[in-house]
């Protein structure tokens, strides 16, 4: 996998993927884009995501959304990283049982979120979940 960022000025950056998408990151606090740091929270929370709804769909949940809000503290010194990151997710749908979504909030944090088992090594992440019923 490969990628390219190059800087389009002030503190603007361009991203790009080795599968011709682009992302704009932006080093002066997220005024213009997300900062870098920030879009490791949403590559966190699109990672997860995935995970939670395939294994919803395969265990064939009614599942009409799903949400994840994170919460990321970092440190109050340089660099400022991730100390802790807590992950709500919010899945809406039609008798969905809070067991499968246990299950797959489980699997995706423990087994098969790349970036999450990545962050986790040097970062305390937490997770928890709440249904909606539709």
């Known amino acids: 996998m490969k990628a390219t960022v190059k800087w389009i000025g002030e503190e603007l950056f361009l991203g790009q993927s080795e599968s011709g998408h682009s992302i704009v990151l932006?080093?002066?606090g997220g005024e213009t884009a997300p900062s870098p740091m920030e879009n490791v929270l949403i590559s966190l929370g699109g990672c997860s995501s995935v995970d939670v709804v395939s294994i919803?769909?395969?265990a064939r949940q009614n599942v009409s959304a799903v949400r994840v809000e994170l919460?990321?503290?970092r440190a109050d010194a340089v660099p400022a990283l991730f100390t802790k990151i807590h992950l709500h997710f919010v899945?809406?749908?039609k008798g969905v049982a809070e067991k499968h979504v246990a299950r797959a909030?489980?699997?995706s944090a423990d087994k098969y979120c790349s970036v999450a088992l990545m962050l986790n090594k040097a970062v305390e992440i937490t997770h928890d979940f709440s249904i909606v019923e539709q």
């Open 26 to 28: 932006d080093a002066n």
């Open 71 to 73: 919460d990321g503290t």
């Open 91 to 93: 899945v809406t749908g």
């Open 56 to 58: 919803l769909e395969k």
């Open 105 to 107: 909030v489980d699997l």
